[in-house]
């Protein structure tokens, strides 16, 4: 990208002007699992979130990154309404699941968040068994109506996130009592449970050391088949590795979607190139 | 060695000497504090421990129907209107015949507490064959015998400087010397309320006054405190200026006088809802009114201290906001909650002043059945008989001290242990 | 650099240093045609054999500036532009050392061609071809050294006349060596220099292919220029047609 196509992109930034640059939009509408148009967020009189358009695909990694404060992570929870916690937190713009509205007063958090589960930057198994941890969003929902099947969703959902093996014997051990990289696996055992279409991923391997991040990195890989996974991080490389498209957000701006291949070798806009390679924005 | 690195050096010995002065500090202080518990239990358990003993005398009697006027087959009401301390007086006069003079035989007449012939009476009422019979009974010592018996009146002092005469002495003396005066463990101070002997006033009363305003506070302001914490911490519009203002009020009220809750409750509970004053119902009320504040201040802060990742874990599996306080952060905060429950409780087990205002000082004789029944507290209890002139109360003073102390020890044990048992499922 | 500095000011200075280094040896085996090509015209054995010697310096460079390569690749992880720079200075510092191959095999020839070359159009075409190809590579070097991708287009484009400088030449040496079979010999020493001259140009051609790869982040490789134009430049196509109109 020559300096001057570089420094046009920047003006328009500037003046606020700013387009989408790449494929922020998926071309099949049966392909799309979530999709938000024009979606602003809003924490008090602070805007956050600058009407962002985005297709999120079915059984794709979507990874969204930026820097710190560039409004990921609000928008990934916009997506699954964590926000709505937040009294002073308002959504608007289009926001549907499947193409439905999913901020439609039919709409309720708690179903919605059943379909759309969550994995956190800090692993956060709850102070219990971990049988319990497993089993509690399928109680919660009345997923199960016996002990012999709660114990097969156990461990279905022990085994899809890897974990099994090491903890088959110690079921009633408490989670917390797990390392880290196991305790985050816990949780994505424990939001698999509920079987969920969509899993949103909050920086999940961000406290993890490599090898575990590795560990949870391929889990990710293998849930891509079965799940839709839209993915918060700070890690570029991570973005690289376990993504197939990734979204480039700036001040609350969506700036560029391509695919990752494309954004790492050849991004088109220089903010993006700016954040990928480690320079001054 | 460059520069600095030599400063810092020349530096050292001096913070090390002044880490080191600033420890000893703190020993000292600890060590300082330590011995004013030491000497203050020691001061009261000193005092207190003759009062688990009381003296006993052995008493020859004869119940004689005719001084009585009573036959076995008497009907009850009759056992129980004839006056049993002429028998209790002639028995003592049996024992020492010599005595004429009028301030004399009153004197003689007091070696026994008055409960003397209660006792005899209960005993005639269970068994009315007594009638006519005799045998040797043991009675309660009057006050001053007991407080002889325990070495607190010195015999070498001058008579007249003497709450105990010489010829009192005498009897004594005899008395001992047939093995007729016996130190004992003291039931009654477990068994009986209130009382204007010194002798018969046990504090019963006060401690089942003190349990059933406990157990009203408890159940009224842990529930209240903690619903209201959690609605401030959990679901109360943020920056709203109505919440901010209760919070406010809230906290003020933490460190309002607590003579001014008493006032509160006279006017409010006794005076405008009509609930009967001196019961432990009134006190607890009062008294939750007190612990709340403290109740809820501390529960906010264990809520508050709750990871929000737990909030969040359990929000993005699809619970409700109610059912992720209930089933997470509450359980989760409990330890906290309790430890500001027990802070509260243990103000409120102690307190008087707003109790004063409520009428529960009042002198109770007897133990109340149930939360409307007149009563007193621990504290007040310990206030009146402090109040009182009769030597044998100091002893008693003491001694309900530390039946309070072990009253509120066992409290804390108990919510320690509840908080160990949640801080386990962590 | 256009972008800016990057966060991490070691990174910057390792990044430039290895592109001096690529252009440091650019400028050695710039020389080393330079040299081989005056050799060959003015049949200079001495120069000659100077050439065929001094190949040692361009391979140690190029073993440095790939280890360098390596180590950045490890250590900084660099992705979008970083990373399509040092991938195109991989690239061209081996179309680079194949270029100082070619040189010094040019410089063999001409150490023993001597004063034997007599026909004079002979003489002055590979005098043209030898030219060309020099010129593509300084360009090439040049548009490297400024990260000029229009300037590399037109060096990919000029590069098509080396090869047909190349047919004319073998045409001339064919119809030579039929002549005089005793020409043989020398005819296919020149035609390997020719040969030489031509693959240097080729390889001048890959160098920009990896000038637009580095700025465009597309590989142009075995694309056709049309369709290389078409996906690139558009709007030249566009004013090539309006000034055609």
Redesign the interface.
């Known amino acids: 990208m020559s300096t001057e196509i570089a420094d046009k992109n920047r003006d328009e930034f500037d003046i606020e002007i700013l387009n989408t640059v790449g494929k922020p939009f998926i071309d099949k509408p049966e392909d799309i699992k979530m999709a938000t148009r024009d979606c602003d967020v809003f924490y008090g009189d602070k805007q956050a979130i600058f009407g962002v358009d985005l297709d999120i695909g079915k059984n794709e990694i979507i990874a969204m990154i930026g820097p710190s404060g560039c409004g990921k992570s609000t928008y990934l929870r916009a997506l699954n309404r964590m926000n709505d916690t937040i009294e002073i937190c308002r959504v608007s713009g289009s926001l549907t699941l499947d193409g439905q509205d999913i901020y439609s007063k039919k709409q309720d958090p708690v179903l919605l968040r059943a379909r759309v589960g969550m994995v956190f930057q800090k692993p956060n198994p709850f102070p219990k068994s971990i049988y319990d941890n497993v089993a509690y969003g399928a109680r919660l929902h009345g997923l199960v109506s016996n002990k012999a099947d709660l114990d097969d969703l156990v461990e279905a959902s022990l085994t899809k996130a890897g974990l099994f093996k090491e903890v088959k014997d110690n079921l009633q051990k408490p989670g917390t009592g797990l390392s880290g990289g196991q305790q985050q696996r816990l949780c994505i055992a424990r939001t698999i449970a509920v079987d969920p279409e969509v899993i949103l991923m909050d920086e999940p391997t961000s406290a993890l050391d490599p090898i575990a991040t590795a560990i949870i990195e391929e889990l990710m890989d293998e849930l891509r088949h079965n799940y839709t996974i839209a993915i918060v991080t700070h890690s570029m490389q991570q973005a690289a590795r376990i993504s197939q498209r990734t979204a480039y957000f700036h001040l609350g701006k969506l700036v560029e979607v391509n695919a990752t291949n494309d954004v790492f070798t050849n991004p088109e806009h220089q903010l993006t190139e700016n954040y990928i390679t480690g320079r001054f924005g | 060695m460059n520069k600095s690195t030599q400063i810092v050096e020349a530096g050292l010995q001096k913070r090390y000497a002044k880490e080191k002065r600033f420890r000893l500090y703190g020993l000292i202080s600890i060590l300082i504090s330590l011995a004013f518990l030491v000497i203050l239990l020691a001061d009261i358990i000193g005092k207190g421990y003759p009062a688990f003993q009381q003296t006993y005398v052995k008493l020859d009697v004869t119940i004689d129907g005719e001084v009585l006027g009573l036959t076995a087959e008497s009907p009850e009401d009759k056992l129980y209107s004839a006056s049993y301390s002429k028998v209790i007086r002639n028995a003592l006069r049996e024992k020492f015949p010599g005595v004429t003079d009028r301030k004399q035989k009153r004197a003689l007449s007091n070696l026994v507490s008055k409960s003397a012939a209660y006792e005899l009476r209960d005993m005639v009422v269970e068994n009315p064959n007594l009638i006519g019979t005799s045998g040797s009974y043991w009675f309660l010592a009057k006050d001053d015998v007991d407080v002889f018996m325990k070495g607190n009146i010195d015999r070498n002092l001058p008579e007249s400087d003497r709450r105990i005469k010489d010829y009192q002495l005498e009897w004594i003396d005899t008395l001992v010397a047939e093995n007729r005066l016996e130190k004992r463990f003291n039931t009654v101070l477990f068994t009986e309320a209130d009382s204007r002997e010194p002798e018969q006033a046990g504090i019963r009363g006060a401690l089942m006054g003190s349990l059933y305003t406990m157990l009203i506070t408890m159940c009224l302001a842990f529930p209240i405190g903690v619903a209201a914490a959690t609605y401030l911490e959990e679901f109360a519009?943020?920056?709203n200026k109505w919440v901010d203002l209760i919070e406010i009020n809230i906290n003020n009220l933490a460190a309002v006088p607590s003579i001014v809750f008493g006032l509160l409750g006279l006017a409010v509970y006794i005076n405008f809802f009509g609930v009967p004053r001196s019961t432990p119902l009134v006190g607890g009320l009062v008294l939750t009114l007190m612990t709340l504040p403290t109740i809820i201040i501390a529960s906010r802060a264990a809520i508050k201290a709750v990871?929000p990742?737990?909030?969040?874990?359990?929000?993005?599996?699809?619970?409700?906001?109610v059912?992720t306080v209930f089933q997470?952060v509450l359980?989760?905060a409990m330890p906290g909650i309790l430890t500001g429950t027990i802070i509260g409780m243990a103000q409120a087990l102690g307190e008087t002043a707003p109790l004063l205002m409520i009428g529960m000082i009042a002198f109770v004789s007897d133990i109340p059945q149930s939360i409307i029944d007149p009563s007193t507290v621990m504290p007040v209890q310990i206030y009146l008989w402090s109040d009182s002139p009769e030597r044998a109360f100091t002893e008693r003073t003491s001694a309900a001290i530390i039946v309070l102390l072990a009253f509120l020890i066992t409290m804390n044990l108990v919510a320690i242990m509840l908080r160990k048992r949640f801080e386990k499922?962590? | 650099m256009e972008n800016g500095d990057h966060i991490l000011q070691s990174y910057d200075q390792e990044l430039e240093e290895i592109r001096s280094k690529a252009l440091e040896m650019g400028g050695l085996v710039e020389k080393q045609v330079s040299n081989a090509l005056q050799a060959v015209l003015e049949r200079d054995v001495e120069l000659g054999e100077h050439v065929a010697s001094s190949d040692a310096d361009i391979n140690e460079l190029e073993v440095e500036i790939d280890e360098e390569c390596a180590s950045i690749i490890a250590r900084r992880q660099p992705a979008a532009g970083d990373l399509r720079l040092l991938l195109s200075i991989i690239k061209i510092t081996t179309d680079l050392e194949r270029i100082g191959d070619e040189a010094e095999q040019i410089g063999l020839y001409a150490s023993q061609l001597g004063n034997h070359v007599s026909n004079q159009g002979m003489s002055a075409q590979l005098r043209h071809l030898g030219e060309l190809a020099h010129s593509l590579l300084k360009l090439a070097l040049d548009a490297f050294a400024r990260m000029d991708d229009e300037q590399a287009m037109d060096v990919a484009k000029k590069s098509r006349r080396v090869s047909r400088e190349f047919d004319d030449l073998s045409r001339i040496l064919i119809t030579h060596m039929m002549d005089d079979t005793r020409n043989i010999k020398n005819a296919l020493r020149v035609i390997w220099c020719a040969r030489a001259f031509e693959r240097i140009g080729n390889h001048s051609t890959n160098i920009c292919e990896f000038v637009i790869y580095r700025v465009k982040g597309k590989d142009i490789r075995h694309t056709s220029l049309k369709k290389i134009r078409k996906k690139l430049y558009p709007e030249t196509l566009k004013d090539k047609k309006s000034d055609d109109e």
């Open positions: 519009p943020q920056n990871p990742s737990m909030r969040e874990a359990a929000l993005g599996l699809g619970a409700s906001k059912q997470h359980p989760m499922r962590w």
